[in-house]
């Protein structure tokens, strides 16, 4: 597989991050709902053909979970972005993953074992955070 490159989230190309009032928004204060990813950007991103992104994009936009919009000149779709029914979808799924995530890893740690854990994850973050190349 190629390298994954981050994708651009955002409306200007940032990240989507949720506010302290709850809401989403990308990096510049734009709202979440105005977010859109190119097609090209979600295929690098899942290393994926973009034909078989194209076909999961429909799939998808047939369930009201994305919305695509179109190139003014050309009609391309040229951008994706999650309807509420796909956001909800998404931030579902994430709890979800969370709450799994917790039970089969985390629930049968001891009290030191999960001290080593919080540890080694915090010098990880740090250690992305400063930009490390081998953490």
Do not use: Y
Not at 40 to 58: C, N, P
Request: with cysteine; charged share 25%.
């Amino acid at each position: 597989m190629g390298s994954r490159p981050t994708p651009a989230w955002g409306p200007s190309g940032s990240r989507i991050r949720r506010t302290a009032d709850g809401e989403w928004s990308d990096e510049g204060g734009a709202p979440a709902s105005r977010a859109r990813m190119l097609p090209a950007t979600i295929a690098a991103a899942l290393d994926w053909e973009k034909s078989r992104v194209a076909h999961q994009l429909t799939r998808m936009e047939s369930r009201d979970l994305v919305s695509r919009t179109d190139h003014e000149s050309n009609g391309r779709r040229t951008g994706v972005g999650l309807t509420g029914k796909g956001r909800e979808a998404a931030e579902n799924a994430v709890l979800g993953h969370g709450e799994n995530i917790r039970r089969h890893f985390f629930a049968g740690l001891t009290g030191d074992q999960a001290a080593v854990l919080r540890e080694w994850s915090r010098s990880t973050i740090g250690c992305i955070a400063a930009g490390e190349a081998a953490c």
